[in-house]
């Protein structure tokens, strides 16, 4: 078990500027390293800040770029709800990101089928960085409490009901496929979330507190939030 670090920044802005350099950062050295850089995308509104960022990078790698997803609701990609129609309007659109290597969960399939696609779509990848959000019930991915999502543990991806709104199914990647990352990065902001960070990030990993289960990993955890989302979390 790594230990994780937690970066506080004034505010969204800040947050999303500091991620933006870290994502680019290593990109760049993966792609020098090894050839090729894997960062499988979050959905959620400080994500959408970060990727606002990216797409002011043409210059990036992006032809040794795979990008894929940690999550993904079971819509159609252009339902408003859809992660992939958000990372589309705000990066994958821009003609400089290959449309090849933009893999995206297909949320218009049967769940259970779009789950068995991914699973073996991600086969012999390794995912070099991982974005997560956090849920105000302290979900990551769509990996909630008391889901049968949080105990597949033979798979890289699978699916089940989410249990919030809107209540539809969701495609995820599992814990072990979260585990396998190279590094972890968690973007959360905003005083919703201050009590769900104190849980995932100052208590006790717990499987009721599925954010803090990403602590388990082998790898780097980095925490970046906004001073709203810090603000009840201990020794910040």
């Known amino acids: 078990m790594a230990k994780h670090d937690v970066r506080v ?27 090729r850089f894997t960062l499988a995308l979050s959905g959620g509104s400080t994500p ?49 990101v290959p449309a090849g290597r933009v893999h995206r969960m297909r949320g218009e399939l049967d769940p ?17 960085l991982l974005l997560l959000g ?4 302290a979900h990551m991915a769509s990996l909630f409490a008391g889901s049968r999502q949080l105990e597949v543990v033979d798979r890289r991806a699978t699916w ?12 995820t990647l599992t814990l072990p ?9 968690f ?9 769900a960070v104190a849980r995932a990030f100052g208590g006790e990993i717990s499987a009721d507190v599925p954010a803090s289960l990403a602590r388990l990993a082998p790898v780097p955890v980095e925490v970046f939030l906004d001073a709203a989302a810090a603000a009840t979390l201990e020794g910040r």
């Open 9 to 35: 920044f004034s505010d969204l802005d800040a947050l999303a500027d500091a991620a933006c350099e870290h994502v680019c950062n290593r990109a760049w050295a993966a792609v020098q390293a090894r050839g």
């Open 48 to 96: 959408r800040a970060l990727y606002t960022r990216l797409a002011k990078h043409p210059e990036l790698p992006w032809e040794h770029m795979e990008l894929c997803f940690g999550d993904e609701r079971a819509v159609p990609p252009d339902d408003p709800n859809s992660n992939a129609r958000m990372v589309a309007e705000t990066l994958t659109q821009h003609a400089f």
């Open 112 to 128: 259970a089928a779009a789950a068995d696609e991914y699973d073996a779509a991600l086969a012999g990848v390794d995912l070099q």
């Open 134 to 137: 956090l849920g105000s019930d």
């Open 160 to 171: 089940g009901p989410a249990g919030l709104e809107p209540c539809v199914d969701r495609v």
């Open 177 to 185: 496929a979260i585990h396998s990352a190279q590094r972890i990065v």
């Open 187 to 195: 973007l959360v902001t905003g005083e919703g979330k201050a009590e």
